[in-house]
């Protein structure tokens, strides 16, 4: 289970990196900081999908609720005729359920990074979970021309057994931890996607990007709203059960 690690802890464990010149302590801490305003321990929300796919736009509805970066349940709510199925994610165990088959089926963990629609994002990015512990990190400040800071580029490594199709994946947040840019490359170092984040409300005392233009290297995009999200609900790793995906619960 993963925990939030509180401000103050974190702030120190920066200061700390950067007086020892540990770039890898420093990038943890920063990835941390940006990991902990994009997942939370806990989220909902509504989310929102036009995706153009070969030049055809479809709508998908979903609804996510997540569980630090090992529980993870999606149910579609549309179009209708794929409405009330969806995918629930624990550790690197994953299921999908259809009502017209009935029954949950177990799908191969590397499901959570395959692009969900034929385009955009995968589960993993749906559920925030795409920055999780899987990746080795390094980073990079970036600063404008009175050398002040202005972003954090983050590049993250996979690990050798990570259940990832990525090579490696570039994140740009902002001096405020704030997530702008998803850079996905594939095992020969070429781009995948790009994913750019915008629309940034507050969230309690946090700013959280609700909007996302996510564009593949075919071209085709998709254009996420995230409707009402909501952090640290009341739930657990009981709200994260088969029941539930089909509906029973």
């Known amino acids: 289970m993963k925990t939030r690690i509180p401000l103050s802890i974190l702030v120190l464990a920066v200061g700390l990196a950067a007086g020892a010149q540990d770039t890898d302590l420093d990038a943890a801490a920063i990835l941390e900081r940006v990991r902990s305003g994009w997942q939370g321990d806990s989220f909902h929300a509504v989310l929102e999908l036009e995706i153009t796919l070969g030049g055809a736009t479809k709508r998908h509805v979903l609804e996510v609720w997540t569980y630090g970066e090992e529980h993870a349940l999606l149910r579609i709510l549309e179009p209708q005729i794929d409405a009330g199925s969806g995918y629930l994610q ?114 309690g005392e946090s700013a959280f990007p609700t909007e996302i233009l996510i564009v593949d290297a075919s071209g085709d995009q998709t254009v996420e709203r995230i409707v ?19 509906g029973i619960e």
């Open 90 to 203: 624990i550790g690197d165990e994953l299921w999908y359920y259809s009502p017209a088959v009935g029954a949950s089926i177990p799908l191969p963990a590397i499901g959570l990074t395959d692009a969900l629609f034929g385009a955009g994002p995968s589960i993993g990015d749906l559920s925030h979970g795409t920055l999780s512990e899987e990746f080795t990190v390094s980073v990079t400040a970036l600063t404008d021309d009175a050398g002040e800071l202005t972003d954090y580029l983050l590049t993250m490594i996979p690990l050798p057994d990570a259940p990832v199709v990525y090579g490696k994946l570039v994140v740009t947040a902002t001096a405020d931890y704030v997530i702008r840019e998803v850079v996905y490359y594939d095992q020969r170092n070429a781009v995948i996607r790009t994913a750019t984040f915008g629309g940034t409300i507050l969230v």
């Open 228 to 246: 009402a999200p909501e952090f640290d609900l009341e739930i657990d790793e009981a709200f994260f059960t088969l029941e539930r995906l089909e």
